[in-house]
């Protein structure tokens, strides 16, 4: 079993840009997809990146692409969320997830990972 711990989150005024990170331990990242997910008050929790085992294959929900960037150390154990231009409504709860799987592909869905971490807090302000 993977234990996430998430970093990074803060406070940023619009335009500004933050790093997320997230550390995994007690298993080895190589083997599992992982993906961004967000959650604003009273909102559902969305879908924000998610990346391949590999790290050769990503996607990006519409609202963040050409914004943030997602993407993965293996050997470091950890998983990035580079967020650029952010704006007031990115502001939201992150949440980093994994999944073991054997296939080289990305899921999307909460519903397709098993491991989550307790999230850090992004507010961008106007």
């Known amino acids: 079993q993977v234990q996430l711990v998430e970093s990074g989150g803060g406070l940023v005024q619009a335009g500004g840009s933050l790093r997320l990170s997230c550390a995994a331990s007690?298993?080895?990242?190589?083997?599992?997809?992982m993906g961004w997910f967000r959650q604003a008050p009273e909102k559902e929790r969305e879908s924000v990146a998610a990346?391949?085992?590999?790290?050769?294959?990503?996607y990006y929900d519409d609202s963040v692409k050409g914004r943030f960037t997602i993407s993965r150390d293996n050997a470091k154990n950890t998983l990035y969320l580079q967020m650029n231009s952010l704006q007031p409504e990115d502001t939201a709860a992150y949440y980093c997830?994994?999944?073991?799987?054997?296939?080289?592909?990305?899921?999307?869905?909460?519903?397709?990972?098993?491991?989550w971490g307790q999230g850090t807090q992004v507010t961008v302000s106007s």
């Open positions: 997830a994994a999944d073991q799987r054997y296939s080289d592909t990305v899921y999307m869905r909460r519903y397709d990972y098993a491991y």
């Open positions: 990346i391949s085992r590999s790290g050769d294959n990503t």
């Open positions: 007690k298993r080895t990242i190589s083997s599992y997809a």
